[in-house]
C-alpha cells in the first residue's frame, strides 16, 4: 500500500530518532475532521532508504525531530534588540554555556507570554550543534526523502497536545523511555516551558519491582518521586514565571508496558490531575494499533502535524 500519491504535496512525513532506528509516522489532513494517519512505524537505519523506496515516498516532505537533549532551551533577554540583530544577540549571551562555538549552534527562538499581561512575554531559544543535526539531515536525504524542516521533540509534542479539546487549563505531557523522559508544559497552544527527565521506564521499573503493591498508602518509590519533584519544579517555575496559576492536566505516556500503579501514584503525587494518554482520541488510525508504538512515534506524529500556521 502507498502511503501518498505523488501529487499528494500537502500531505507530511514526520521522522525521529530511536534506539537503533528511526519512527516515521505520515498523516493525512485533507478533508479530515481529525488527522488520518496512513503510516507509523520503527524500523532501523540500515532499512530507511529501502522503507522508503517500497512505500514509494521519495521526494516527498519530512520534518525530522532532533533527539531529546539534542536541543538545549536557554532563557536570553533581548529586550530593545532589533529584529536583524536578534540572532548575533542570542549568539553573544550564550556562547560561555556551550560547549561548542556559538557560531556552529543552530537556533530556534521562541517568545513565551506572560499569562494576562498583554505584550510581555519572555525569551527563549532552542540550541543546538550543527554537526549532530548534519548527520540527521544526511539520513534523511540519503534514503531520498526531501527534508522540509528540522524540528525540536517539545515543538513537535505541542502539536499534538494542541488537538485536545476542552483543556482551559493547559495540558502538560511526561513522555517516558526506557532510560529518560520528557515534561512539557502547554496551553492554548502555546508551548511555556519543558523539563528532561534523567529517569526512564527501566529505571522505574527497578525501583517498583520490590514493592508488592506499588503505589499503595505507606510505600515509596525512590525513582518515581524523582519524577515528582522535577514535575513539580516545572509547574512552580510556569506559576512563578509565566502566572500560570491553574494546573493543567498532566498525560502520561510510556514508551514500552506501563508499570503497575504507576499513574495512580503520580496522580497521588501531584497535585494536578494525572491520567494515561489515549492519542487515538485525536487522531484516526486506519488499522489496530499497539498504544506502545504511537507512544514511542510521537515526535515523529506531531512533526507530520506540522503546517504553516505552526
Known amino acids: 500500500m502507498l502511503w501518498f500519491s505523488k501529487k499528494n504535496q500537502t500531505k507530511r512525513i514526520g521522522a525521529f530518532p530511536v534506539s537503533g532506528g528511526t519512527a516515521v509516522a505520515a498523516i493525512d ?16 537505519d540500515a532499512l530507511f532508504a529501502h522503507y522508503v523506496k517500497t512505500k514509494k515516498l521519495c521526494k516527498m516532505p519530512v520534518v525530522d525531530v532532533a533527539d531529546v537533549g539534542v536541543c538545549s532551551l536557554l532563557q536570553v533577554d533581548l529586550k530593545g534588540v532589533a529584529a536583524e540583530e536578534k540572532q548575533d544577540a542570542i549568539r553573544w549571551q550564550i556562547h560561555e554555556l556551550l560547549d561548542y562555538p556559538a557560531e556552529e549552534a543552530i537556533l530556534d527562538f521562541i517568545e513565551v507570554p506572560i499569562v494576562g499581561e498583554e505584550n510581555r512575554s519572555k525569551s527563549f531559544v532552542f540550541v543546538a550543534a ?6 540527521r539531515v544526511d539520513l534523511i536525504k540519503s534514503a531520498g526523502l526531501e527534508l522540509e524542516a528540522i524540528d525540536v521533540p517539545e515543538l513537535a509534542l505541542r502539536n499534538l497536545l494542541e488537538l485536545f479539546p476542552n483543556e482551559p487549563h493547559g495540558l502538560c505531557l511526561l513522555w517516558l523511555r526506557e532510560n529518560s523522559g520528557l515534561f512539557i508544559v502547554c496551553r492554548g497552544g502555546t508551548f511555556f516551558f519543558s523539563r528532561i527527565i534523567n529517569c526512564g ?3 522505574i521499573q527497578q525501583s517498583m519491582r ?24 516545572t509547574l512552580d517555575y510556569c506559576e512563578s514565571n509565566f502566572r500560570l496559576l491553574a494546573l493543567p492536566k498532566i498525560l502520561l505516556a510510556v514508551c514500552g508496558e506501563e508499570p503497575e500503579g504507576l499513574c495512580s501514584y503520580l ?7 494525572v491520567v494515561s494518554a489515549d492519542f487515538q482520541q485525536i487522531i484516526d488510525f486506519p488499522y489496530e494499533i499497539d498504544s506502545v508504538l504511537v507512544n514511542c512515534c510521537l515526535p515523529a506524529l506531531g512533526a507530520a502535524l506540522r503546517g504553516e500556521s505552526r
Open 29 to 44: 489532513q485533507t478533508e479530515k475532521t481529525r488527522p488520518h494517519v496512513v503510516g507509523c512505524e520503527v524500523f532501523t
Open 130 to 135: 550543527a554537526e549532530i543535526l548534519a548527520k
Open 201 to 203: 521506564l527501566q529505571q
Open 210 to 233: 520490590p514493592l508488592a503493591t506499588p503505589g499503595q498508602a505507606g510505600e515509596t518509590i525512590p525513582k518515581v518521586d524523582e519524577i515528582v519533584l522535577e514535575v513539580q519544579r
Open 267 to 273: 496522580d497521588q503525587a501531584l497535585p494536578a490531575e
